[in-house]
T-cell receptor, first 114, second 114 residues
Framework: GENVEQHPSTLSVQEGDSAVIKCTYS??????FPWYKQELGKGPQLIIDIRSNVGEKKDQRIAVTLNKTAKHFSLHITETQPEDSAVYFC?????????????FGRGTSLIVHP | NAGVTQTPKFQVLKTGQSMTLQCAQD?????MSWYRQDPGMGLRLIHY???????DQGEVPNGYNVSRSTTEDFPLRLLSAAPSQTSVYFC?????????????FGEGSRLTVL
């Protein structure tokens, strides 16, 4: 099955700095890569996603890049703010039996210091 | 719309007791799933359903049962709770399982087994 590695497990930055979280996946058939943000006491929420026919996608201060050859993808957050503090999960998925079932990374705890 | 609703939010059980975690969604989503979240382990898939009357096992199904009698509801049953099942459980749904898309998560149910 698919295996997703996520690094770092903890990331501490100063407000205004950039933050980068990296993920690698094992199965070249994976073609959908979402990122979720989980605030304390809440369920994860989708913040951005990318499909394998696209190399980069941006939405205001967040961007995701995908390198299919190397099988890795990254989340970039610019001009970090304290409200960006949360746990971030990457995931990789492919169609299996007609369903997309994501495999999640282990999460990155991002701490933004004011 | 309420989205995905999980009950209870907190539960303490003794080893060997049984209980059911409830999950309901009001978005008419075909696909529903249950995850468990443990520190440093990310989100692991327990069971999922691609429609009423259809269920299948995920990565960590042992000790859990599910059923899907209606589109809206997807309960998770623990028949004989064990301390290893202490975790936070999330229910999630998506509209179109065939193309990959946003998973909508509930707010979680925190279970402690003594």
């Amino acid at each position: 099955g698919e295996n997703v590695e996520q690094h770092p497990s903890t990331l501490s930055v100063q407000e205004g700095d950039s933050a980068v979280i990296k993920c690698t996946y094992s199965d070249s058939a994976s073609n959908y890569f979402p990122w979720y943000k989980q605030e304390l006491g809440k369920g994860p929420q989708l913040i951005i996603d990318i499909r394998s026919n696209v190399g980069e996608k941006k939405d205001q201060r967040i961007a995701v890049t995908l390198n299919k050859t190397a099988k890795h993808f990254s989340l970039h957050i610019t001009e970090t703010q304290p409200e960006d503090s949360a746990v971030y999960f990457c995931a990789a998925s492919m169609a299996s039996g007609g369903s997309y079932i994501p495999t999640f990374g282990r999460g990155t705890s991002l701490i933004v210091h004011p | 719309n309420a989205g995905v609703t999980q009950t209870p939010k907190f539960q303490v059980l003794k080893t060997g007791q049984s209980m059911t975690l409830q999950c309901a969604q009001d978005m008419n989503h075909e696909y529903m799933s249950w995850y468990r979240q443990d520190p440093g382990m990310g989100l692991r898939l327990i069971h999922y359903s691609v429609g009423a009357g259809i269920t299948d096992q995920g990565e960590v199904p042992n000790g859990y049962n599910v059923s899907r009698s209606t589109t809206e509801d997807f309960p998770l049953r623990l028949l004989s709770a064990a301390p290893s099942q202490t975790s936070v459980y999330f229910c999630a749904s998506t509209r179109d399982r065939a193309v990959g898309g946003e998973l909508f998560f509930g707010e979680g149910s925190r279970l402690t087994v003594l």
